[in-house]
C-alpha cells in the first residue's frame, strides 16, 4: 500500500513544479504613469499613496483555477498637485505579476477598482483611477422614548466596508446621539436605522437626506420615534 501510494503522489508533486510559473529576474525596470482623478467633482486627487504590489502566480491542481500569491510591496509614490503620479520600480526576482493599488483612504470611494494590473513589465505603463472624494456630515440624532435597542446604523460609504468603518450602534432610549459620516455632496443620501424586535423579526426606519452641493461640514438632524420603523 505504500507503494502505492508513492507512485500515485509522485506525479502530483511533479505537476505542481509545472503549474508554477518562473520569477522575472531580479532588476527589470518599469514606468507606470497616470492620474488620480474625481470625474463627478471635477478634481485632481493630490498626495494619494500608490503601491506597487509583486506576485506570485501558481496554478493549482484541483483547485480549479489560479492562485496570485501576495510577496510584498517593492515601491511606492504620491500623485501630484495634479493627482498626477509617474515613476519606475525595478522587479525583485521573486514575483512574476505586478499591481498597482491605491492606497485604503476613507476619504475617497474607489469604485471597487483600486486595484489595476501592470501588464507591460519592462516597459511604459499608462494607468489613470477614477475616484470619488467623500465630504463629512454630521448626524444628530434625536432619540423620542424608542424601544428595543440597541439601533443598528448603515450607510453606504460610512459603514458599508467591514468591521473597522462600522459606525457605533446607538443603546439609549432618549436624548442625542452624534454621528460623523462621508458623503458624496452631489447627490442624496440613505441612511438606515435598523433594531431587532425578537431573534427572528427587525424593522427598518430609512432618512433621506438632500445633496449638500458643499465641501464644508453639514449638519442634519434626526428624529427617531418607535412609529417610524416598520
Known sequence: MRKVFFYLCFPLLFLNALCEADPLEEG?????????????????????????????????????????????YVDSTITDSSGNFDFIFTTSG??????????????????????????NVGDDNEINFDVLKLFPAKLNIILDNVDFTPIYIEHFFTSDFGSRRQLPSITINNGTEVRQILIDKTSKQIIKFYRNLSNSESQLFEVEIPATETSSLTEFDIILKNEFFQ
Open 28 to 72: 527589470i525596470e518599469t514606468r507606470v504613469y497616470g492620474k488620480v482623478y474625481d470625474e463627478v467633482n471635477e478634481i485632481p486627487i493630490e498626495n494619494y499613496k500608490i503601491f506597487v504590489a509583486e506576485y506570485k502566480d501558481r496554478f493549482r491542481p484541483g483547485s480549479g483555477g489560479s492562485n496570485n500569491d501576495f510577496i510584498q
Open 94 to 119: 521573486q514575483g512574476n505579476s505586478y499591481e498597482i493599488h491605491l492606497n485604503d483612504d476613507i476619504r475617497f470611494w474607489d469604485y471597487y477598482d483600486s486595484q489595476k494590473e501592470i501588464s
